[in-house]
C-alpha cells in the first residue's frame, strides 16, 4: 500500500512519515484526541518524532496540508506494553523485534471515514516489511472490537495502568 486515497467528502489523504516540522501539529492532535490523563505530553510527542520518527504515521488532508490522523510506536525487543513507553522514548531500539503502539488518533472532523484502519494497515505493512514479529497496544474495553477487526486479537487486561485506567493488552503478529 502506497498513499491512501480517499475521495469522500473530507478530501484526499496522503499516509506517510511524519516529517519534523509537523511534531508540534501531532502533539495538538494527540491532545484533541484523547484525554488528559491518557495523552502524551506536547514534549513527549515531539521527542517520539524526533527520535523515532520512522514509526510515526500522519495521514495528511491533501487539501489543507493538516495532519488528520496519526499513528506511532517505538520499537523493542519486549512482548508486553508497560507504561514506560509512554514516558520514555529511550526505550526505543530500533533494531527490536516488537512495536509497541503508543497513540492511534484521528481527529474528530474526519473520523468514520476508515483512517484508523488504513494508518493500521499501512504501519502493520511498513513493520512486516523491516522485518518485525508483532504489533503491540493497549485499548479500552469499547475499542476491543474496533481493534479485532484491524486484525489484532485481545490478551485480556494489560500490566498498564497509563493514566489510572484498565487496559486491554492486543497483539497483532506480523
Same mark, same amino acid.
Given at each position: ?29 494527540e491532545?484533541?484526541?484523547? $484525554? $488528559? ?5 506536547r #514534549?513527549?510527542?515531539? #521527542? ?6 520512522e514509526?510515526?504515521l500522519?495521514?495528511?488532508d %491533501? &487539501?489543507?496540508? &493538516?495532519?488528520?490522523? =496519526? ?26 523485534a ?9 481527529? $474528530?472532523? =474526519? ?5 484508523a ?5 499501512? =504501519? ?8 518485525? %514479529? ?8 469499547? &475499542?476491543?472490537?474496533? =481493534?479485532?477487526?484491524?486484525?489484532f &486479537?485481545?490478551q ?19
Open positions: 500500500m502506497h498513499d491512501i486515497d480517499s475521495g469522500r467528502e473530507e478530501g484526499w489523504f496522503e499516509i506517510r512519515l511524519i516529517r519534523p516540522e509537523e511534531a508540534a501539529e501531532a502533539a495538538e492532535a491532545r484533541i484526541c484523547f $484525554p $488528559p490523563n491518557e495523552a502524551g505530553t #514534549e513527549i510527542v515531539e #521527542e517520539r518524532a524526533a527520535l523515532a520518527g514509526q510515526f500522519v495521514a495528511a %491533501r &487539501k489543507s496540508g &493538516k495532519i488528520a490522523g =496519526y499513528l506511532n510506536g517505538l520499537v523493542t525487543d519486549e512482548t508486553s506494553l508497560r507504561d514506560a513507553f509512554f514516558r520514555q522514548t529511550g526505550l526505543h531500539d530500533p533494531e527490536g516488537n512495536v509497541m503502539i503508543l497513540s492511534l488518533g484521528v481527529l $474528530p472532523q =474526519y473520523r468514520g471515514q476508515g483512517l484502519s488504513a494508518l493500521m494497515e499501512k =504501519y502493520a505493512q511498513q513493520e512486516r516489511e523491516r522485518g518485525r %514479529r508483532m504489533l503491540v497496544l493497549t485499548c479500552l474495553e469499547e &475499542k476491543v472490537g474496533m =481493534y479485532e477487526k484491524m486484525g &486479537k485481545d485480556g487486561m494489560s500490566q498498564s495502568s497509563w493514566g489510572g485506567e484498565s487496559w486491554h493488552e492486543m497483539t497483532c503478529m506480523l
